[in-house]
């Protein structure tokens, strides 16, 4: 019944996260309890997470994203992706499918940083090949997606 509410609020905080719900009910069409009861029970559900900032990295002095794909020996891909979540400087790490068993997006101050970085993460007992590319222009990120 309410699942296209849910769909409208959430892309609605996707557009803008700071909205009130007063004035997204009445953009919705629907009760400021209404609203707000919808956004409790997706909350709940963990279909949404949190509300968090969107950064922009640059604008505090990291200049350098960069993405490393990585295989892994089979055993220790958990483990590795474990290691890397708990790494600073690390934004994402995704395992996958295919060629590279393991993801991982970077931000970094500088070329020096980044090197250091990199070669300390990329030294994790069971990590077996790399690839590194410095991203050099960003069409889209943390954008909203639209939901069907």
Do not use: C, W
Not at 4 to 30: H, K, M, P, T, Y
Not at 98 to 119: C, H, P, V, W, Y
Request: hydrophobic share 35%; charged share 25%.
């Amino acid at each position: 019944m309410y699942k296209d509410l849910d769909r409208q609020l959430i892309q609605a905080f996707q557009r803008e996260g700071r909205i009130s719900l007063r004035r997204l009910a009445q953009q919705l069409g629907v009760a400021t309890t209404t609203v707000s009861k919808r956004l409790q029970e997706l909350e709940q559900s963990g279909v949404i997470q949190g509300f968090k900032p969107i950064v922009d990295y640059s604008k505090l002095g990291y200049h350098l994203t960069v993405i490393i794909q990585i295989k892994a020996a089979g055993k220790r891909i958990a483990q590795i992706a474990e290691e890397l979540k708990r790494n600073g400087h690390l934004t994402h790490v995704y395992e996958l499918t295919g060629e590279f068993d393991i993801l991982a997006i970077g931000k970094f101050r500088d070329s020096t940083s980044m090197n250091r970085e990199l070669k300390q993460l990329l030294s994790l007992d069971g990590i077996e090949d790399t690839n590194t590319s410095l991203v050099l222009g960003t069409p889209k990120e943390h954008g909203e997606r639209e939901l069907l």
